[in-house]
C-alpha cells in the first residue's frame, strides 16, 4: 500500500510475517486527518491479516519522528463540529493499536511531539535512539494533550504525565523518556534498524495465538476509552476555537 501527496505518505512492507508501516509528511511527519486515517485503517487492516503476526511502526526521515496534528488543519477549523472530529482522528488511532491483535513495536528515530507522543504511548514495545527527546506543549497553544492523555498516563503515569504537561515548554530527554517506561531499548541510530528487526523476527517465531493473548493482557482495563477518548475530543474540539488557541497557532506557525 502506497499514498503520496501532500497529504503525506504511508507504505507497508512485509518480511514473512512482520509487517513495517511507514509515515512521513513534509512538515515534520504531522498528521493530516486524511493520513490518520489512512494510518488507523491500514492498523486495522493488519489486525485481520492472518499472515502477520508482528507489526512496526515508523516514520520516514531522521530528526523526527511525529509532531502530532498539523498546524494547518487545526486553522481552518471553523467549528465545534469539525473541531471534534479533527480530534476523533487521534482517538481512532489510539483505540486502533490497542485494539488492534498484534503486537506493534514502535521504532522511533528522532523527537516527538503532542500526538506523537501520544503514539508511541499506544506501542507495545518501542526502540528509540538517544536523540529522541519528547514533548507535550499543547498547554502553550491554548489546548492540552487530552485524547492522548490515558496513553500517556498508563504509559509514564499521572505524575510523569502532568510533569510534561505543565512544564510543556521544555523538552524531556530520551533517557528520562526510558526511566518513566516509554521507550523500552535505547540504541544508537546506526544500530536502530538491525535492533527492532531482530527483536521483531524473535517475536513473530512465537506461538501467534500466545501473542494475541498477551496483548488482551497488556491493554486490559482500557474498554472504557472506547468513550473516554471522543469525551476527550469534545473538549479539545471546543478549545481550538478560542481567541487565545488562535493567535497562538498562527504564532506557533511563523
Not at 24 to 40: E, I, V
Not at 87 to 105: E, P, T, V, Y
Not at 188 to 195: H, K, P, Y
Request: with cysteine; net charge negative; proline share 2%.
Amino acid at each position: 500500500m502506497s499514498l503520496e501527496n501532500v497529504q503525506g505518505s504511508l507504505e507497508t512492507s512485509f518480511q514473512d510475517t512482520v509487517a513495517t508501516v511507514q509515515f512521513g509528511h513534509p512538515a515534520s511527519n504531522s498528521f493530516p486527518r486524511q493520513l490518520l486515517d489512512k494510518l488507523t485503517a491500514e492498523i486495522n487492516s493488519l489486525s485481520r491479516n492472518e499472515d502477520v503476526s508482528v507489526i512496526i511502526l515508523k516514520s520516514e526521515g531522521a530528526k523526527t519522528f511525529c509532531s502530532g496534528a498539523s498546524f494547518d488543519e487545526l486553522l481552518k477549523i471553523e467549528n465545534q463540529e469539525q473541531g471534534v472530529e479533527f480530534f476523533s482522528g487521534f482517538a481512532h488511532l489510539l483505540n486502533a493499536m490497542r485494539n488492534c491483535n498484534k503486537i506493534i513495536i514502535g521504532r522511533v528515530q528522532g523527537k516527538a511531539v503532542g500526538g506523537g507522543v501520544g503514539i508511541i504511548s499506544a506501542c507495545d514495545y518501542v526502540f528509540a535512539t538517544p536523540q529522541c527527546d519528547i514533548k507535550l506543549s499543547e498547554l502553550a497553544i491554548g489546548i492540552g494533550p487530552f485524547v492522548i492523555e490515558p496513553a500517556v498516563s498508563r504509559k509514564i503515569g499521572k505524575t510523569a504525565m502532568t510533569e510534561m504537561t505543565l512544564a510543556g515548554h521544555e523538552w524531556k530527554s530520551a533517557d528520562w523518556a526510558l526511566q518513566k517506561g516509554l521507550f523500552s531499548v535505547l540504541c544508537e541510530a546506526e544500530n536502530l534498524d538491525a535492533e527492532v528487526a531482530n527483536f521483531a523476527q524473535k517475536l513473530s517465531s512465537y506461538n501467534p495465538e500466545a501473542l494475541k493473548e498477551m496483548k488482551k493482557i497488556i491493554w486490559e482495563g482500557t474498554e472504557v476509552w472506547e468513550s473516554l477518548l471522543f469525551e476527550r475530543a469534545a473538549i479539545t474540539g471546543k478549545l481550538v476555537l478560542s481567541d487565545f488557541t488562535r493567535k497562538a497557532l498562527l504564532q506557533f506557525k511563523k
